[in-house]
């Protein structure tokens, strides 16, 4: 699928750009706040497929908030409340930019953002083997 590859690819990004440490140059800041913005981007676009993909109809809005509560009834998120903050934190970064708001996400994103995405990721793997043995060729 697609969105999944999308999404495996910004999560990759994602983490090497996590890799790096303050003090950060303008580009690096600039450039990790884009990337959770992508990640963020691909992951509940991909949610909203899965979920289409399962029958279900309460996404359809195409709210990411929606989508994040009904993935979260489905399963396929085990942390409503650490989703909505990341989506909080995309919405503040994509409305307005300071320094101050993109450090706070960026720490967001080491401490607590990144684990969320590879959550999913690993949630998806374990339970749709066609997922899964994509990924595993990928590794290999």
Known sequence: MR???????ALENLGIGAEL??????VEQTGIAALFGICFEQSWKLMKALLEESGRTEQRTG???AIIKTAYECGLINDR????ELLETRNILAHTYSD?????????????FLPLFR???DEIV??????AADDLETQR
């Not at 440490?21 to 303008?26: F, G, L, Q, R, T």
């Not at 101050?100 to 607590?112: C, H, N, P």
């Not at 374990?126 to 997922?131: E, I, L, M, V």
């Open 100 to 112: 101050e708001d993109s450090l706070a996400a960026i720490r967001s994103v080491k401490s607590t």
């Open 81 to 84: 409340e650490g989703w909505l």
């Open 126 to 131: 374990k339970n749709r083997s066609d997922y």
């Open 119 to 121: 959550d999913l990721k």
């Open 63 to 65: 709210s990411p908030r």
């Open 3 to 9: 969105k999944y590859d999308n999404f495996c690819k």
């Open 21 to 26: 440490e303050e003090p950060y140059s303008v």
